[in-house]
Nanobody
Framework: QVQLVESGGGLVQAGGSLRLSCAASGSINSVNHMGWYRQGPGKQRVFVVQLLSGTTTYTDSVKGRFTISRDNAKNTLYLEMNNLKLEDTAVYYC??????????WGQGTQVTVYS
């Protein structure tokens, strides 16, 4: 069972940048669907971005500011976040679909944006 662990969250000033990492305990070479969700305080968990069969899809609110990438050699998924806004404050979760029956989720990493 491949596990995912997020890191890189923290406190950042509005307009700043942060890079989140999602390290997998096993190979992600064969995984064609990975991405990120987030959950703000008192809100539902919502879609942020996905990589699906080579195609990247972002939610409108992060387009032009966030960039998803992966490094298969390091078994790691990344989320680069630029020009952060107060509304980006949330717990960020990564996921990877290893099979129809197996989707792994990380434990989440807190991102807090302040003015």
């Amino acid at each position: 069972q491949v596990q995912l662990v997020e890191s890189g969250g923290g406190l950042v000033q509005a307009g700043g940048s942060l890079r989140l990492s999602c390290a997998a305990s096993g190979s992600i070479n064969s995984v064609n669907h990975m991405g990120w969700y987030r959950q703000g305080p008192g809100k539902q968990r919502v879609f942020v971005v996905q990589l699906l069969s080579g195609t990247t899809t972002y939610t409108d609110s992060v387009k032009g500011r966030f960039t998803i990438s992966r490094d298969n050699a390091k078994n790691t998924l990344y989320l680069e976040m630029n020009n952060l806004k107060l509304e980006d404050t949330a717990v960020y979760y990564c996921y990877a679909v290893f099979s129809i029956a197996v989707t792994s989720w990380g434990q989440g990493t807190q991102v807090t944006v302040y003015s």
